[in-house]
């Protein structure tokens, strides 16, 4: 699926539901294939192979800074905003405990995550991130930035209800399905609910990152470090 098109017009989509909620149902596919997916289902099984993992916690890494970024541009475009800013930034601490979780994971993987040479999907939807993030309004970049959120907490809940107390990436299982990180995903929802109008550039940024998530779970079993 090609990037949105910065100059596509942008018509509102009239619905009932929340913002929020008609964009994840309308990519609700797309999320049932990321739990479907090998990575994703080898991972909730506990017999993921660790060179995978390891690949993944190296892509994640990477994608997390930008992540950030992206969030801080956001914060830069509400700036006369007081209330979204300071929501803004609790969610950029949400992403420095991440970063942290993948620190730790570093150590104990032996993975120097200031050498990380991006895989071309992790690098097309980071350039997406902040190509977004430089170019368009606040709403259009919590709409490219929601799915990740949101696609995270849908994993590690389905994937916590079975019993991982044994499961080699228990930690991760729980750090995804935690009340913590629903929290985190339901204020960016919340904040896109108030950001972005129903319009074809947002539904567009949405489910461009939903095949971006897709991707990225493949791009970690494609090649092991």
């Not at 541009?73 to 006369?80: F, K, M, Q, S, T």
């Not at 209330?83 to 104990?108: I, T």
């Not at 791009?219 to 092991?224: R, V």
Request: with cysteine; net charge negative.
């Amino acid at each position: 699926m090609a990037p949105p098109n910065p100059d596509s017009k942008a018509e509102p989509i009239m619905s009932a539901e929340p913002l929020h909620t008609t964009l994840w149902q309308d990519n609700q596919t797309l999320a049932e294939e990321c739990l479907a997916h090998p990575f994703v289902r080898s991972l909730g099984e506990g017999n993921l192979d660790p060179g995978a993992f390891k690949n993944y916690v190296a892509q994640d890494a990477f994608f997390l800074q930008a992540f950030f970024s992206a969030y801080a541009l956001a914060a830069v475009r509400a700036v006369e905003r007081r209330e979204v800013v300071q929501r803004l930034h609790g969610l950029m601490r949400g992403v420095l405990d991440e970063l942290k979780l993948h620190d730790d994971y570093a150590k104990s993987l032996a993975i120097d995550l200031g050498n990380v040479q991006p895989h071309p999907a992790t690098r097309a939807y980071t350039d997406f991130l902040l190509r977004t993030a430089w170019t368009t309004e606040v709403g259009e970049i919590m709409a490219a930035m929601t799915p990740c959120m949101r696609l995270y907490a849908y994993l590690g809940q389905e994937l916590a209800l079975r019993d991982h107390s044994h499961n080699p990436y228990r930690e991760w299982i729980e750090t995804y399905s935690s009340a913590e990180f629903e929290a985190l995903a339901t204020e960016l929802e919340s904040l896109l609910d108030q950001l972005a109008e129903g319009t074809d550039r947002v539904s567009l940024a949405y489910r461009y990152a939903m095949h971006c998530e897709r991707d990225f779970f493949s791009a970690s079993l494609d090649e092991w470090i």
